[in-house]
């Protein structure tokens, strides 16, 4: 980090289109998200080494970790989520996020199993219950999002659109 500079690289035995990037602290690993490929690459954070791919059937957008070795991801195609396993590379779950259509952007509450999706196809943010895999709430938002966040400290939900609105809302 101090010099910037390139200490290593590590590619994968076949080419994967790469849209989104994450950290799992929970098994200590790199994924990248390869919307066309349909899977996730995973690469040991301290080594930078090649582990594996997971196919996780659609197409990819943004994920989200919770820190105890589960990741959350949007599939675009089918309007979906995917759970899986980041040790064991294993899809555990897939479920319906209606009434989201289109998903972008994902957020996460770790303190109240919570995910914020971002749905382009009809302008709102869903809040849901990943422990239930459940969709509990719909905000409203403006058109073209991209991205989530969610602010622990002040339990504040961000939704940044095309539309050049930045929607907030109190958890």
């Not at 954070?45 to 196919?55: L, Q, R």
């Not at 952007?105 to 914020?116: C, E, M, N, P």
Request: net charge neutral; hydrophobic share 35%.
């Amino acid at each position: 980090p101090k010099t910037l500079k390139i200490v290593g690289e590590e590619k994968p035995p076949q080419t994967r289109n790469t849209d989104f990037v994450l950290y799992d602290p929970g098994s200590k690993r790199v994924f990248t998200f390869n919307p066309r490929s349909k899977d996730a690459t995973a690469f040991d954070a301290k080594t930078g080494k090649f582990v594996g791919f997971i196919d996780l059937g659609g197409q990819l957008e943004a994920g989200q970790a919770d820190g105890k070795g589960r990741v959350y991801v949007l599939l675009i195609n089918t309007n979906e989520m995917v759970e899986f396993d980041s040790r064991a590379l294993q899809v555990l779950n897939k479920w319906s996020i209606a009434p989201c259509i289109e998903p972008h952007g994902l957020a996460i509450d770790v303190a109240h199993k919570r995910l914020f999706t971002g749905c382009r196809g009809n302008f709102i943010t869903t809040v849901i219950d990943y422990q239930h895999r459940k969709t509990v709430a719909t905000i409203p938002i403006g058109k073209g999002t991209d991205s989530n966040q969610f602010d622990p400290s002040s339990q504040l939900v961000f939704s940044s659109c095309a539309d050049g609105t930045i929607n907030v809302a109190h958890e």
